[in-house]
């Protein structure tokens, strides 16, 4: 319980839109089995997401290179671990996901 309000309360802090809107995209990450590999402030198996958002501020087409990234897979841009597809997500819930990290 406290890692879910810690988690929040950095959201909201970040300025990540209400905190409903936080708990829905942390839902799901987890539905997904992203928190398997991934974390918002830690590297785990995969970045954290808020390297993957320092990584791409800025760049104007950031949502489509990780929406691809997330449905195509890929290796080499953070280490010799690859990401596997995941063709699976659907586009309106992959949009919410890359938003949200993009956001951190």
């Not at 799901?28 to 991934?38: E, F, G, P, R, V």
């Not at 198996?45 to 990780?66: I, N």
């Not at 890929?74 to 990290?101: E, Q, R, T, Y």
Request: with cysteine; proline share 8%; net charge positive.
């Amino acid at each position: 319980m406290r890692g879910r309000i810690l988690f929040v309360t950095l959201l909201v802090a970040a300025g990540v839109g209400s905190m409903p809107t936080a708990q829905a995209n942390e839902t799901l990450l987890k539905k997904y089995n992203c928190t398997a590999c991934h974390a918002i402030d830690k590297k785990l198996v995969g970045p954290a997401y808020k390297d993957v958002a320092k990584k791409y501020k800025g760049e104007k087409d950031a949502a489509a290179k990780l929406t691809a990234k997330v449905k195509k897979g890929g290796s080499g841009v953070w280490g010799p671990i690859p990401m596997p597809p995941n063709p699976a997500v659907p586009d309106a819930d992959l949009k919410k996901m890359v938003d949200f990290i993009l956001a951190l």
